[in-house]
Nanobody
């Protein structure tokens, strides 16, 4: 499974970005997808996750109400709409796939990882 994250960039505080995570290769039949982020010098942290059918989602408290995760299974793509961005959202954002379709917050539960896309929010 290959994951390609894209959509990162530089934006001012209060702005919006939409990240995409496209899966290719031998993708599992029904997989969950998560977004994580890692700020410079800090550990990687959970941001959001979505089940295969989209009925189950989970968000970190720090992004709840501002970020929305969604997916288009026909395109094997998961999106992260990020609104009202803050400087503290600055990080490299990674997408990951959990092959059994379960929504988890723990990094260790995810089986495949993308390369990351940088989001920079200036004040």
């Amino acid at each position: 499974v290959q994951l390609q994250a894209s959509g990162g960039g530089s934006v001012q505080a209060g702005g919006s970005l939409r990240l995409s995570c496209a899966a290719s290769g031998r993708t599992p039949s029904a997989y969950a997808t998560g977004w994580f982020r890692q700020a410079h010098g800090k550990e990687r942290k959970f941001v959001a996750a979505i089940s295969w059918g989209g009925s189950m989602t989970d968000y970190a408290d720090s992004v709840k109400g501002r970020f929305t995760i969604s997916r288009d299974n026909a395109k094997n793509t998961v999106y992260l709409q990020m609104n009202s961005l803050k400087p503290e959202d600055t990080a490299v954002y990674y997408c990951a796939v959990e092959k059994d379709g379960m929504v988890y917050r723990r990094i260790a539960e995810y089986d495949y990882w993308g390369q990351g896309t940088l989001v920079t929010v200036s004040s």
